[in-house]
């Protein structure tokens, strides 16, 4: 597929999408949220690709947020049809195979959004994390209160929402906003590895465990390992599953379907 201001490679099973709107420090406009939404849907659909990998071009920044210029141009009006619509941060967090986030450089605003909507971010040491929107007068509005407060804890959520000051990688790990840390520049290149350990299994199990763990975030414990059951059921009735415990039994390597 081609797109103004994405790139998106594939590498066997995996998927490589990296903004690219350096100039401009990646910052999301409209035709960057609407090709994101393209190509996640594109990779859904892909059967032969089963990680995504998600990135920025450049040597500064991941995303650093929304396009304040846009913000600039539209009334309240305007705004709410935007947030209305179909979303980027709710795209990428439903889509339905693993995503990780490859972090450096700034990360602010709708950028700490939309690595906050992939299931879990390797960052590089030269990330800095921040929700801006505070020194616009804002609040953050795709995620930075709710799935960054879900994720580190309101109290760090308030902090980093309430002084709209930056943290650097080595912090954002520490408070669990950043799963892996690793030295500058390794941070595609360590998701990459981690794409290819989640690649070997099934894309049925993949997907059913995605969607598990991501219920927790929606429901109360009981109704989570309710969930849970009927997830493992699906999965012990694929095809994949039957492969997986038969080829244990006869010491063999599995061979997944994605069925
Ligand atoms: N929206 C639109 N344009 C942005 C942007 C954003 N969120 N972030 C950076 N840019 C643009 C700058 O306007 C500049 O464009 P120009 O060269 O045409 O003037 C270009 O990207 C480079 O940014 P610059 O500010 O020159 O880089 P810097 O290294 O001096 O500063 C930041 C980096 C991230 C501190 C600074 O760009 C910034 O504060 N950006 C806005 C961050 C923000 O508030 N994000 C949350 C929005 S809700």
Same mark, same amino acid.
């Given at each position: 597929?081609?797109?103004?201001?994405?790139? =998106?490679?594939? %590498?066997?099973?995996?998927?490589? =999408?990296?903004?690219? @709107?350096?100039?401009?420090?990646?910052?999301?406009?409209?035709?960057?949220? /609407?090709?994101?939404?393209?190509? *996640?849907?594109?990779? !859904?659909?892909?059967?032969?690709?089963?990680?995504?990998?998600?990135?920025?071009?450049?040597?500064?920044?991941?995303?650093?947020?929304?396009?304040?210029?846009?913000? !600039?141009?539209?009334?309240?009006? $305007?705004?709410?049809?935007?947030?209305?619509?179909?979303?980027?941060?709710?795209?990428?967090?439903?889509?339905?195979?693993?995503?990780?986030?490859?972090?450096?450089?700034?990360?602010?605003?709708?950028?700490?959004?939309?690595?906050?909507?992939?299931?879990?971010?390797?960052?590089? +040491?030269? !990330?800095?994390?921040?929700?801006?929107?505070? /020194?616009?007068?804002?609040?953050?509005?795709?995620?930075?209160?709710? @799935?960054?407060? /879900?994720?580190?804890?309101?109290?760090?959520?308030?902090?980093?929402?309430?002084?709209?000051?930056?943290?650097?990688? $080595?912090?954002?790990? +520490?408070?669990?906003?950043?799963?892996?840390?690793?030295?500058?520049?390794?941070?595609?290149?360590? !998701?990459?590895?981690?794409?290819? /350990?989640?690649?070997?299994?099934?894309? *049925?199990?993949?997907?059913?465990?995605?969607?598990?763990? @991501?219920?927790?975030?929606?429901?109360?414990?009981?109704? &989570?390992?309710?969930?849970?059951?009927?997830?493992?059921?699906?999965?012990?009735?694929?095809? %994949?599953?039957? $492969?997986?415990?038969?080829?244990?039994?006869?010491?063999?390597?599995?061979?997944? @379907? &994605?069925?």
């Amino acid at each position: 597929m081609e797109f103004d201001t994405l790139r =998106l490679t594939q %590498d066997g099973p995996i998927a490589h =999408l990296q903004i690219h @709107r350096p100039d401009k420090l990646n910052a999301l406009n409209r035709t960057v949220r /609407r090709e994101l939404m393209e190509a *996640v849907d594109h990779l !859904a659909e892909d059967e032969s690709v089963r990680v995504a990998i998600l990135s920025g071009a450049g040597p500064k920044a991941f995303v650093a947020g929304a396009d304040v210029q846009e913000f !600039a141009d539209r009334s309240p009006g $305007e705004q709410r049809e935007v947030y209305d619509r179909r979303r980027v941060y709710d795209a990428l967090a439903q889509f339905p195979k693993p995503l990780i986030g490859a972090v450096h450089g700034y990360c602010l605003g709708g950028g700490s959004e939309l690595a906050l909507a992939c299931d879990l971010r390797v960052a590089d +040491r030269t !990330a800095r994390f921040g929700q801006a929107e505070i /020194r616009l007068g804002l609040i953050p509005g795709a995620g930075g209160t709710q @799935r960054l407060a /879900r994720l580190v804890g309101p109290g760090q959520a308030m902090r980093i929402a309430l002084t709209g000051d930056m943290i650097d990688a $080595e912090e954002a790990y +520490r408070i669990g906003l950043v799963e892996i840390l690793v030295e500058e520049g390794k941070h595609v290149e360590k !998701a990459t590895e981690l794409a290819q /350990r989640m690649a070997r299994w099934s894309p *049925v199990a993949l997907r059913l465990a995605k969607r598990a763990i @991501r219920a927790t975030q929606e429901m109360p414990l009981s109704a &989570g390992l309710e969930l849970e059951k009927e997830l493992f059921l699906a999965a012990f009735g694929s095809e %994949d599953g039957q $492969e997986g415990v038969q080829a244990f039994v006869e010491k063999r390597d599995p061979e997944f @379907r &994605g069925r």
